[in-house]
């Protein structure tokens, strides 16, 4: 199995998460993401592949991420950083947003999750609902949850913020004030951007909506005529983009691997 290590694609996976690569709004549970041998995609609402005789569970409204609240990420080297934070500000609005000058005397940064809500769709329910239906196997896309060499994965949680603070540091690990006009001038009118507190070196971006930025997954598949689930852990291969985002980031190479397929594969004999 080729483990993916790139902190941009990890950084969340430590918390129980996966991450989206460029946060937007509208990723929500039920969402569901299909890999083949070349990518892994966004395919779209569950709903629209799955007729059942009950409806579709609805998410709860967002609830605030108390266990995911003040949890701060390790301390990422300063490109690395920065492009987490590009993302996240293109999430925002900005489009191309080069903040490389406003930090040039950092060497590394830091993000602490604040304001983090999580929206969730309880996955028994999700269950109940798949056990209520038929797939449309006239669907091109059905292979997804069929085919031997393609997996399929449903979202049941997502987190979602509309702001995101981060910590300049030296290599020291001294912290690093930053040009705050500045900066507001590079982010526009879209981002609002304030030290953390009085007298602080930390910056909080702050955007205009609730942004989906992580969230958790089940791989699901469909068999002669059953479901079949199996828990995902998290990992930097799942991060993904949606169909509406610029190019992705550079994802390392070789396929993820898991015994599913191969219990598919027993299945269907």
């Excluded at 930090?103 to 609902?129: C, I, K, M, W």
């Excluded at 599913?260 to 004999?269: C, G, I, L």
Aim: glycine content about 8%; aromatic content about 6%; proline content about 6%.
């Amino acid at each position: 199995m080729a483990v993916c290590s790139d902190p941009r694609l990890t950084y969340l996976n430590q918390l129980g998460y996966n991450v989206l690569k460029l946060p937007r709004a509208g990723v929500d549970p039920l969402e569901v993401l299909g890999r083949d041998q070349k990518s892994l995609e966004d395919l779209g609402k569950l709903s629209s592949i799955w007729t059942s005789r009950v409806p579709a569970p609805q998410p709860g409204d967002p609830v605030n991420a108390a266990d995911i609240n003040g949890q701060k990420t390790a301390d990422l080297k300063l490109s690395i950083g920065l492009d987490i934070l590009a993302s996240v500000l293109q999430g925002m609005g900005v489009p191309a947003p080069k903040l490389n000058l406003a930090y040039n005397t950092a060497s590394s940064v830091q993000f602490t999750l604040t304001d983090v809500q999580v929206v969730r769709v309880a996955p028994l329910e999700v269950g109940h609902y798949l056990s209520q239906g038929d797939l449309d196997i006239s669907n091109p896309f059905a292979t997804y949850f069929q085919d031997h060499d393609k997996e399929a994965y449903v979202i049941t949680e997502v987190l979602k913020t509309k702001s995101i603070r981060v910590t300049a540091k030296k290599d020291s690990g001294a912290t690093v004030a930053v040009d705050l006009p500045n900066i507001q001038n590079i982010v526009g009118a879209n981002v609002s951007v304030s030290p953390a507190a009085s007298g602080s070196t930390d910056v909080v971006y702050t955007g205009q909506q609730l942004l989906t930025f992580g969230f958790k997954v089940f791989g699901i598949a469909y068999a002669q005529g059953t479901w079949q689930i199996h828990g995902q852990a998290p990992a930097g291969n799942i991060a993904f983009m949606t169909a509406h985002e610029p190019a992705p980031i550079m994802l390392a190479s070789g396929r993820m691997m898991t015994a599913f397929p191969e219990h598919r594969r027993k299945m269907a004999a």
